[in-house]
């Protein structure tokens, strides 16, 4: 069975600084691995995804996501953080040959980017 | 804009009371999801619909039942809820209903805020 683990409940950053959000999974095979964010009172929107390839995956608002094989993470990174940047943010597993896009999902980290 | 539409928004029932959420998706997809989320919780898969054909149903009490008419809508239909059964459920939508001809982008609702009262 495949699990994600998001090991922190919230991550506090101030604005203009780097952030970090982690990720760690297991699944067997070689995974597609995904990020999405939740806005307070709206659905999840996706971030970005790994499929296959370099390693270093960008994605939307600046985010951008390193797949580590051998340490089975998955860590989401920005640069310089937003205060817009708050919300709640989830990691996301799926074997690749599953079949209907049975995604398993973290149980969410809480970004709060303070001014 | 989302193109993915759920409605109502927000309802309070009581454990006696029959009701529906309703999806809607407006992406030419033809896979569709229900997903229960709660506080401190992960996700939580309750449904998937694969060319208007339920091909995975994770172990859901039978008080929760889906209907999906066609490859654009989806219902859940709840009635007799536990207070428990309060939550955010959430619509997504996928393209592709094989093996690896969808790498897994959800594209999801905006969320059916559920209380039962």
């Known amino acids: 069975a495949q699990s994600v683990a998001q090991p922190e409940d919230q991550v506090n950053v101030a604005e203009g600084n780097p952030l970090t959000v982690k990720c760690t999974y297991s699944?067997?095979?070689?995974?597609?691995l995904f990020w999405y964010v939740q806005y307070p009172n709206r659905g999840l929107q996706f971030l970005l995804k790994?499929?296959?390839?370099?390693?270093l995956v960008k994605g939307s608002y600046g985010f951008e996501a390193e797949f580590n094989k051998s340490q089975t993470s998955f860590h989401l990174k920005k640069p310089s953080a937003l205060v817009s940047d708050s919300a709640l943010y989830f990691c996301a597993v799926r074997p690749r040959n599953s079949g209907y896009s049975t995604l398993t999902f973290g149980k969410g980290t809480m970004l709060l980017v303070s001014p | 804009e989302t193109g993915v539409t759920q409605t109502p928004r927000h309802l309070v029932m009581g454990m006696t009371n029959k009701k529906s959420l309703k999806c809607e998706q407006h992406l030419g997809h033809n896979a569709m999801y229900w997903y229960k989320q709660s506080a401190k919780k992960p996700l939580e898969l309750m449904f998937v619909y694969s060319l208007e054909e339920r091909v995975e149903n994770n172990s859901v009490p039978s008080r929760f039942s889906p209907e999906c008419p066609n490859s654009s809508h989806l219902f859940l239909h709840l009635h007799t809820l536990q207070p428990e059964d309060s939550a955010l459920y959430l619509c997504?939508?996928?393209?592709?209903?094989?093996?690896?001809?969808?790498?897994?982008?959800?594209?999801f609702g905006e969320g059916s805020r559920l209380t039962v009262l």
């Open positions: 997504a939508s996928s393209q592709g209903s094989g093996r690896d001809q969808n790498t897994g982008e959800l594209f």
């Open positions: 699944v067997s095979g070689n995974p597609y």
């Open positions: 790994y499929i296959t390839g370099d390693n």
